[in-house]
């Protein structure tokens, strides 16, 4: 199965938008949405092969749901947010942590790498998702489960973040909004109190689920460079 929104005009990413997850990677809790841009490159089908980017040593996997815009909105209300909303997914917004917080600048070259935007296996149509505010989430690796969590604990809810996005970018049928993800990302993994993250490496296999959503299964494969077409 490919991606369940075909020719995604925008894959727009939100940053520690679980106050939990923030507490865990050190950083402040945001008082607005941290809102930035994943490369459409790197979109991909539910099932599809996980590649680690060339020289990656900190590749991580984030759990989270995955807002499917129906119609185009520019600074729309939170109360009328929903209204430009066709659906939500499963997302896995893979992340290479070096690329991302240790080599300067934006957070975008650690996000938009080949194959690090799994999305699907099916967009849920808003109707069939009556409080997209209370679904479980879950990521497991290798069989052990790393997140368990709930879009509950959001800090900025479904509405807030489209009507907060469109005050900076119109939205267009098709775009994606991805989330945030709860705790029990790799680089957060503790052990007797002491940070032991734990990163992706070939051969290891990742299960992502969301209530209702559907669930993605993901084998990490070793660098290959792509044929140019």
Same mark, same amino acid.
């Given at each position: ?9 925008? +894959? ?14 050190? !950083? ?5 949405? *941290?809102? +930035?841009?994943?490369? &459409? ?18 590749? $991580? ?31 896995? $917004? ?5 690329? #991302? ?6 957070? $975008?070259?650690?996000?938009?790498? $080949? ?7 099916? !967009?849920? %149509?808003?109707?069939?998702? @009556?409080? @997209?505010? &209370? ?6 690796? &290798?069989?052990?489960?790393? #997140?368990?969590?709930? %879009?509950?604990? !959001? *800090? ?11 005050? /900076? ?13 709860? @705790? ?12 032991? @993250?734990? /990163? ?22 070793? /660098? ?6």
């Amino acid at each position: 199965m490919g991606c369940p929104v075909s020719n995604v005009p925008k +894959f727009i990413t939100i940053g520690f938008n679980y106050a939990d997850h923030a507490d865990e990677a050190n !950083m402040p809790i945001p008082k607005e949405p *941290i809102d +930035f841009l994943k490369s &459409n490159s790197c979109i991909q089908g539910p099932d599809d092969d996980v590649m680690l980017p060339k020289g990656s040593l900190k590749s $991580d996997w984030e759990v989270e749901l995955g807002i499917v815009i129906g119609k185009r909105a520019s600074y729309v209300s939170q109360k009328e947010a929903l209204d430009y909303v066709a659906g939500y997914c499963t997302v896995n $917004d893979v992340s290479e942590r070096a690329y #991302q917080l240790e080599m300067g600048g934006t957070w $975008d070259k650690g996000k938009g790498c $080949d194959t690090f935007g799994p999305i699907g296996p099916w !967009m849920v %149509t808003k109707d069939e998702v @009556p409080n @997209p505010q &209370n679904l479980k989430m879950y990521m497991d690796l &290798n069989g052990q489960r790393m #997140q368990d969590g709930s %879009t509950k604990t !959001m *800090i900025f809810g479904v509405t807030k973040l489209v009507s907060y996005v469109s005050q /900076f970018m119109t939205l267009e049928p098709g775009d994606v909004i991805t989330t945030g993800t709860p @705790p029990g990302v790799g680089m957060g993994v503790k052990k007797d109190g002491k940070p032991a @993250p734990v /990163f992706l490496k070939k051969g290891d296999v990742m299960h992502v689920g969301i209530q209702g959503l559907g669930e993605q299964i993901q084998k990490v494969v070793a /660098f290959k460079r792509q044929a140019s077409k």
